[in-house]
């Protein structure tokens, strides 16, 4: 008799010790997921020259050695430039803006820009749309088309070590097709590797794609096939490496862009939203993606959402800033800004 009491009396402490141990871990769990949650500011950092003007409309960021490149969508913007240029920042100035030991003013640098004829050579060419580098080599995508019928194109060229110039080869281009039939929309983002380079659509939403790809070239523009990768809602404007495997994706919704209206949003159904998303609309985060041998997965983590502001911030380059947090840049709306957003 006195066993069996023995047994039950031991039983019962394992069920209860079990149960402390699951409502503790469940507790950890949701404090661990609040947190990972958090709204992150956004720190401006103040430019000047030309690219604070609402024409550069900057597309793209991308790190060459030390040095941020942001791209015009049009690098012509300026009169009378020829072919346009691209900018660039050192790095150490932007750490002394952020590290408080500078507070002037960033002014980017011009660097000329020769991409002979390309305008002309793209039908219904409308600009620019991302950039990355392997060495000296530099890659980006077009955008061309009217209303529905929208092509995309990477190009390729070399970039001066010192800065001096970019010079793109006009007489190769690699055409990107569409997933979808909507205007305005075409590969917008690009990651490049040791020896491919890798291209996103910028609308991969359920609604819009049933089956989502990446496109896949080697560095001569030759395409090497897709990659799977999953269903995005809303835009996808920019990527950037984070690690070989693993890299970072602005996602984007300004509330003018109907057809991007999903039905549901898996992402803000599983983490919920962010204090300020209760009042504004539109959507700003980051969000992190895996590649694997079967392709292109979102991460199992949460996003990274911006703490809102009245007016939507089209942010349209990326840039991953050691391991302190993110660079960002808006194309013309509602400005040209250029913010950081540290790692939560």
Request: aromatic content about 12%; hydrophobic content about 40%; proline content about 7%.
């Given at each position: 008799?006195?066993?069996?009491?023995?047994?039950?009396?031991?039983?019962?402490?394992?069920?209860?010790?079990?149960?402390?141990?699951?409502?503790?871990?469940?507790?950890?769990?949701?404090?661990?997921?609040?947190?990972?949650?958090?709204?992150?500011?956004?720190?401006?950092?103040?430019?000047?020259?030309?690219?604070?003007?609402?024409?550069?409309?900057?597309?793209?960021?991308?790190?060459?050695?030390?040095?941020?490149?942001?791209?015009?969508?049009?690098?012509?913007?300026?009169?009378?430039?020829?072919?346009?240029?691209?900018?660039?920042?050192?790095?150490?100035?932007?750490?002394?803006?952020?590290?408080?030991?500078?507070?002037?003013?960033?002014?980017?640098?011009?660097?000329?820009?020769?991409?002979?004829?390309?305008?002309?050579l793209v039908h219904g060419y409308q600009g620019l749309e991302s950039i990355g580098f392997s060495g000296t080599r530099v890659f980006l995508t077009i955008e061309a088309g009217?209303?529905?019928?929208?092509?995309?194109?990477?190009?390729?060229?070399?970039?001066?070590?010192?800065?001096?110039?970019?010079?793109?080869?006009?007489?190769?281009?690699?055409?990107?097709?569409?997933?979808?039939?909507?205007?305005?929309?075409?590969?917008?983002?690009?990651?490049?590797?040791?020896?491919?380079?890798?291209?996103?659509?910028?609308?991969?939403?359920?609604?819009?794609?049933?089956?989502?790809?990446?496109?896949?070239?080697?560095?001569?523009?030759?395409?090497?096939?897709?990659?799977?990768?999953?269903?995005?809602?809303?835009?996808?404007?920019?990527?950037?490496?984070?690690?070989?495997?693993?890299?970072?994706?602005?996602?984007?919704?300004?509330?003018?862009?109907?057809?991007?209206?999903?039905?549901?949003?898996?992402?803000?159904?599983?983490?919920?939203?962010?204090?300020?998303?209760?009042?504004?609309?539109?959507?700003?985060?980051?969000?992190?993606?895996?590649?694997?041998?079967?392709?292109?997965?979102?991460?199992?983590?949460?996003?990274?959402?911006?703490?809102?502001?009245?007016?939507?911030?089209?942010?349209?380059?990326?840039?991953?800033?050691?391991?302190?947090?993110?660079?960002?840049?808006?194309?013309?709306?509602?400005?040209?800004?250029?913010?950081?957003?540290?790692?939560?």
């Amino acid at each position: 008799m006195k066993k069996r009491k023995l047994l039950i009396f031991l039983f019962i402490s394992v069920v209860i010790i079990e149960g402390v141990y699951l409502y503790f871990s469940f507790l950890q769990k949701k404090e661990t997921g609040a947190r990972a949650f958090e709204e992150q500011d956004v720190t401006l950092i103040p430019l000047s020259g030309p690219l604070t003007k609402k024409r550069a409309e900057v597309s793209g960021l991308a790190w060459f050695g030390d040095n941020l490149i942001f791209l015009p969508q049009y690098p012509d913007f300026v009169k009378d430039s020829g072919d346009g240029f691209l900018f660039y920042l050192p790095k150490d100035e932007i750490l002394a803006y952020l590290d408080g030991t500078s507070r002037a003013e960033l002014e980017p640098r011009p660097i000329p820009l020769t991409a002979v004829g390309l305008a002309h050579l793209v039908h219904g060419y409308q600009g620019l749309e991302s950039i990355g580098f392997s060495g000296t080599r530099v890659f980006l995508t077009i955008e061309a088309g009217k209303k529905n019928n929208m092509q995309g194109y990477l190009i390729s060229g070399v970039i001066a070590p010192d800065l001096s110039g970019i010079t793109l080869d006009t007489t190769k281009l690699a055409l990107i097709s569409p997933q979808a039939n909507y205007e305005n929309r075409s590969d917008e983002s690009i990651l490049v590797f040791d020896d491919k380079v890798v291209t996103f659509y910028e609308a991969n939403g359920k609604g819009i794609v049933a089956e989502p790809v990446a496109h896949v070239f080697d560095f001569d523009l030759n395409p090497l096939g897709t990659i799977p990768m999953p269903n995005l809602e809303y835009r996808l404007t920019d990527t950037a490496l984070s690690s070989e495997d693993e890299f970072w994706g602005i996602n984007y919704f300004p509330p003018s862009n109907d057809e991007l209206i999903p039905t549901s949003d898996p992402i803000s159904s599983m983490y919920g939203i962010g204090k300020s998303h209760t009042q504004y609309p539109q959507v700003e985060r980051l969000v992190k993606f895996i590649f694997s041998e079967d392709g292109i997965t979102l991460a199992d983590s949460a996003p990274i959402p911006f703490v809102l502001t009245e007016d939507a911030r089209n942010w349209e380059g990326l840039a991953i800033l050691d391991d302190r947090g993110f660079l960002l840049v808006t194309d013309d709306h509602p400005d040209t800004l250029f913010g950081f957003v540290p790692l939560p």
